[in-house]
Each structure stands twice: as structure tokens, then as C-alpha cells.
């Protein structure tokens, strides 16, 4: 898991958005191709289009939740709950160790402007690197997600044994 969580990093130094970066480093589980992967979460960059909202790579996490573990039926209520629930829980660690899900937050909280007005993404360069905390947020969403499964297949074996 550490590599797909190193990927996740990569991924974004190489100029894919958080979303899509999170997402890439754990979508061969689902059998969903890069290309795939990244048109899915293209428009979630920027805090969902450049508006500052919802954190790209916490985005990336309620994707992963619903590959997961999603309803396919339309009157599952019971398996939509249960994605409900992992979501959530999966937003409140991101929360617990960055203190947001929102990206303006995010920014701010790192001495960022969260410039909204525009759908113009900014110059990846070496500044940009440097006062972001975008790459840091990758990592911990992936690391997030990592942690999710490995414990999901502790208690698989654990329930099987």
C-alpha cells in the first residue's frame, strides 16, 4: 500500500489534480483503467472545479468509497447506509489530521489565497510546489484510503478464520 500511497504523490508532482491523483494510485483494484480514472476525476480539481469546495483528493475518497462498497440497487437502503457510513468515516480522519475537507479551508490554513473566481488552473512551477499543501493532502487522502482496506481485509480474515 505504501507504493500505491507514493503513486498518489507522484501522480500529482507530475500535474494530475488531487482527484485525480488519489484516484489513479487505487483504481486497478476496481478494474478501472488511468485514462478512466483520470476523465472521472478531472472535474473534481480545485475543490470541485476550481470553487474551493470539497478538497480534490477528499473528493477522490468518496469515489473510492463508492467503488468500494456502493449500492448497485436502487432500493438498497441498507448498502447505501453502509457507503454512507464508510464515507464518512473515511472524511473524518482526512478531517482529524487536516483540520478540513474544504480546499479554500485547506489553503488558507497553509497561507494560500483561495483564489475562486476563475477556471483557469494555476502554473504548476517550482513556487507552486513550494507554498502548496496540495502534494501533503495527496498523500494523506491516499494513506487515508490505504488504511481503509488494509483493515477491511484484517477483519475479512479475521471473520473467515
Known amino acids: 500500500m505504501e507504493n500505491r500511497i507514493q503513486n498518489a504523490v507522484e501522480f500529482f508532482m507530475q500535474g494530475f489534480g488531487c482527484s485525480q491523483s488519489v484516484l489513479m494510485a ?3 483494484i476496481y478494474g478501472i483503467d488511468e485514462i478512466t480514472a483520470k476523465r472521472i476525476a478531472a472535474g473534481f480539481g480545485g475543490g470541485v472545479g476550481r470553487m474551493r469546495m470539497m478538497c480534490g483528493a477528499v473528493s477522490a475518497l468518496v469515489i473510492l468509497g463508492g467503488l468500494d462498497c456502493g449500492q448497485t440497487d436502487g432500493d438498497d437502503s441498507a448498502g447505501k447506509a453502509y ?5 464518512q468515516e473515511l472524511l ?3 478531517k482529524e489530521r487536516n483540520g478540513s475537507v474544504t480546499c479554500a479551508e485547506l489553503l488558507k490554513m497553509s497561507g494560500c489565497k483561495a483564489i475562486a473566481d476563475t477556471n483557469i488552473p494555476d502554473e504548476r ?3 507552486y510546489y513550494k507554498k502548496r499543501p496540495c ?7 491516499a494513506r487515508v484510503f490505504a ?8 477483519k475479512e480474515e479475521k471473520e473467515g478464520a
Not at 502534494?135 to 487522502?141: D, I, L
Not at 488504511?147 to 484484517?154: A, C, F, S
Open 26 to 28: 487505487f483504481a486497478d
Open 83 to 87: 457507503c454512507y457510513k464508510v464515507v
Open 92 to 94: 473524518t480522519k482526512f
Open 125 to 127: 512551477n517550482a513556487e
Open 135 to 141: 502534494a501533503r493532502k495527496v498523500e494523506s487522502a
Open 147 to 154: 488504511e481503509y482496506l488494509k483493515e477491511k481485509e484484517q
